[in-house]
């Protein structure tokens, strides 16, 4: 079954709370969408999410392109960046304030700030990941 298809096997509002670890990090963008879709429907009003993934920002941008990072962000497939063209799901990036839009436009609203994980090389972090964290509204 394809990302994009798949169906949570939860009643809608079940959880108060959703988290994703390194799964967006290999998702292409109708496969999240999906689970975006599908990740509001089954939390409950006021419920939040924690997801770890890879966000493009001016810094992680400017690391990546000073050779600082563990990954190699170099290839724009149209929506997503990711490391190996041949096989996209490797490792995929998202435009920091594309994810904030995407996020909204299923119910959920992101924490600000994003907390930025160290995997292009910044000096401060919170984890490898960046980490989103969301409510539904």
Not at 51 to 77: A, C, P, Q, W, Y
Not at 91 to 96: G, Q, T
Request: charged share 30%; with cysteine; net charge negative.
């Amino acid at each position: 079954m394809r990302a994009a298809d798949y169906v949570f096997p939860f009643a809608d509002g079940k959880f108060d709370f959703v988290f994703l670890t390194s799964v967006f990090t290999h998702m292409i963008p109708a496969d999240l969408e999906n689970y975006l879709k599908e990740i509001s429907r089954v939390m409950k009003p006021g419920g939040r999410c924690l997801i770890t993934m890879f966000l493009l920002n001016d810094e992680s941008r400017r690391l990546v392109g000073d050779g600082k990072s563990d990954l190699d962000f170099r290839h724009d497939m149209g929506g997503y960046v990711t490391t190996r063209p041949e096989d996209p799901e490797t490792a995929i990036a998202y435009d920091e304030p594309a994810v904030a839009e995407l996020f909204a436009r299923y119910g959920l609203v992101v924490e600000q700030p994003f907390r930025y994980g160290s995997w292009c090389g910044r000096p401060e972090f919170l984890s490898y990941q960046d980490v989103v964290i969301a409510e539904r509204r």
